[in-house]
């Protein structure tokens, strides 16, 4: 009696197991940018993923003013935090740079990674020079036939010096500067 007791109460924790690894995609593979942005670096762009949750490890291989770089990068999809080296050592700078700190993890079928960046960027129409936190979040989809990842990059500005007095960016929690979707195709 007590095993069957036993295995009634361990059928819903296999249920709940099985249906997060159905959330949790496999985005493990070699990836083309087949559509970007007109002029994106990421266009024509190979992604290489090695997905073994929570670790998601993405080599982008990108060509900058005819030259080859490589930008790697490590998220951890548990919600850790990760601390990522930000475009390691393209043509451009063949210095490293301080990456900034994200979080990554699910939301359903999506896995999104959020950071933000202190910098300076110039306020539209003024003209004037704005120092501000970037805020950044990229979710990566599959499609259902795993043959498509769809990666969508949101980007808001929040002020921290001077006021924005022309709309969007007099709203009271920043503006949502641009969303830009970038689309891969799996490669043999």
Request: net charge positive; hydrophobic share 35%; charged share 20%.
């Amino acid at each position: 009696m007590r095993q069957v007791l036993a295995a009634l109460l361990l059928i819903p924790l296999f249920v709940v197991a099985g249906q997060n690894s159905k959330n949790k995609l496999d985005l493990s593979g070699t990836w083309k940018c087949v559509d970007s942005p007109k002029h994106s670096i990421y266009s024509g762009s190979t992604l290489v993923i090695l997905h073994q949750d929570p670790q998601v490890k993405m080599s982008r291989t990108l060509v900058v003013n005819g030259q080859k770089g490589i930008a790697e990068l490590v998220f951890f999809s548990d919600g850790r935090g990760d601390t990522n080296v930000a475009a390691a050592r393209l043509p451009r700078d063949d210095t490293y740079k301080n990456g900034s700190i994200s979080v990554t993890k699910w939301d359903g079928r999506k896995l999104s990674t959020q950071y933000d960046v202190l910098g300076e960027y110039r306020e539209q129409p003024s003209g004037a020079m704005r120092m501000g936190t970037i805020e950044t979040t990229d979710s990566w989809e599959l499609s259902k036939d795993g043959n498509k990842l769809t990666q969508t990059r949101t980007v808001h500005i929040k002020t921290i010096t001077g006021s924005h007095s022309t709309p969007p960016f007099n709203a009271p929690w920043g503006a949502m500067v641009s969303e830009t979707k970038y689309v891969y195709a799996r490669q043999p």
